[in-house]
């Protein structure tokens, strides 16, 4: 109790000092972004370089008083769209390889649906795309407040329903790693006993998420056949390796044209990873450990994001192992998460852009997919062998 108490008068006494220095920070930042040539970078817009400036000063207050995000299983105002879900009773939550013995077990979870429920009688043939949020682990939730303008961008773009797990943050109790990885299992496991087909199902997600979606690729590359494998992954400004210095952040040549920085990854790592674990482990730092997998992979990353010379780094790796499909999108003039940070920053354009091309890389896949089915046939008939086409756009 007294922990708790101190943490809370600590984090109200930053709050003011906080708000206090905003009241005359804000106005100072607003007036020396008017010139194009002060802001972080002249390509930006005014609403751009002021709102990378605002998120920022957020993370920085984030990282400071370890903000305890909250969390909920109740309906809130999405009503019907919020769903809970029970831990799956298949046999899926198997021990990983080279990991401590955790007292972490699955548990109930909540989500959120954009832009509305899935309906089993009529939408069996509907794409839907599972989206695992960003936020270090440490931030954000599924609901509106959050991922509404996301979420349904997302959709429209994609003409897909769209489920959103509130997976366990690293801030709540035992939500250390493997808690989110399990509640990402959870919720595929959700989505396919609701009858949706795993050819049907896009795994994506943004930062963090994007971390998620790459641990839950591998997971059910090791495990062929325990789920179905999914249509593809997109991945939006990935966070992929955990085991960096943060002080590597601070050092980066993108760091004052991005929001992220060394003091908010250092929380969150330690938050995130047990203590008696390895940082390089391939579920922690998969930028370390490329794999192969049959689901194709598609990247999105800004050019000015503190994380991009790594996440191009772990696709160039990827792209090296046979029959992996890997494309990358470089954003011009992009800090880090766009796809969370949209209306924030004012990159909505940016992100619209980038959607459209992911929905293109899905189409595409879905017909190779189709033609590599008439393929199979003609294969076993003949005995030809069929590579799969492999592209790293940049």
């Known amino acids: 109790m007294s922990s708790i108490f101190s943490h809370q008068l600590m984090t109200w006494i930053w709050t003011v000092i906080t708000l206090a220095t905003c009241c005359v920070r804000v106005p100072l930042l607003g007036l020396y972004n008017l010139p194009r040539a002060c802001r972080r970078h002249p390509k930006w817009t005014y609403r751009q370089a002021m709102g990378v400036e605002l998120l920022r000063i957020w993370f920085a207050y984030a990282s400071s008083v370890k903000f305890r995000f909250p969390t909920s299983l109740e309906s809130g105002k999405e009503r019907e769209r919020f769903v809970v879900i029970q831990p799956s009773t298949r046999d899926i939550y198997r021990a990983l390889p080279n990991v401590p013995k955790s007292t972490v077990k699955p548990q109930p979870m909540g989500g959120t649906w954009y832009p509305r429920l899935y309906n089993p009688s009529e939408d069996a043939t509907q794409q839907v795309i599972l989206h695992f949020h960003g936020g270090g682990y440490v931030l954000s939730s599924p609901r509106d407040s959050e991922c509404g303008p996301a979420g349904l961008a997302l959709c429209k773009s994609m003409d897909a329903l769209s489920?959103?797990?509130?997976?366990?943050?690293?801030?709540?109790?035992?939500?250390?790693?493997?808690?989110?990885?399990?509640?990402?299992?959870t919720a595929y496991a959700y989505l396919i006993d609701l009858g949706v087909r795993s050819s049907n199902i896009v795994l994506s997600g943004d930062s963090a998420g994007g971390h998620l979606v790459v641990a839950l690729l591998r997971y059910l590359s090791d495990n062929h056949g325990l789920l179905g494998d999914p249509r593809a992954a997109l991945l939006w400004s990935p966070w992929l390796n955990l085991a960096a210095d943060p002080a590597d952040i601070d050092r980066s040549r993108n760091q004052t044209t991005d929001f992220l920085l060394g003091s908010f990854v250092k929380w969150a790592v330690e938050a995130f990873v047990p203590p008696d674990m390895d940082l390089k482990h391939p579920y922690i730092a998969p930028a370390y450990h490329p794999f192969s997998t049959q689901i194709p992979i598609w990247v999105q990353v800004g050019c000015l994001e503190v994380l991009h010379d790594e996440t191009v780094l772990f696709a160039d790796?990827?792209?090296?192992?046979?029959?992996?499909?890997?494309?990358?999108?470089?954003?011009?003039?992009?800090?880090?998460?766009?796809?969370?940070?949209?209306?924030?920053?004012?990159?909505?354009?940016?992100?619209?852009?980038?959607?459209?091309?992911?929905?293109?890389?899905?189409?595409?896949?879905?017909?190779?997919?189709?033609?590599?089915?008439?393929?199979?046939?003609?294969?076993?008939e003949t005995s030809i062998p069929v590579d799969l086409d492999r592209a790293v756009h940049r």
Not at 163 to 185: C, E, I, K, N, V
Not at 320 to 344: Q, T
């Open 163 to 185: 489920f959103f797990p509130q997976y366990r943050l690293a801030t709540t109790p035992d939500g250390r790693f493997p808690a989110a990885f399990q509640d990402a299992l």
């Open 317 to 380: 790796r990827m792209l090296k192992i046979r029959n992996n499909v890997v494309e990358v999108l470089e954003v011009p003039y992009a800090p880090h998460d766009i796809f969370l940070a949209a209306s924030i920053a004012d990159f909505e354009g940016e992100v619209a852009d980038a959607m459209k091309v992911a929905a293109k890389f899905l189409a595409a896949k879905h017909r190779c997919l189709q033609d590599d089915l008439a393929s199979t046939v003609s294969v076993a």
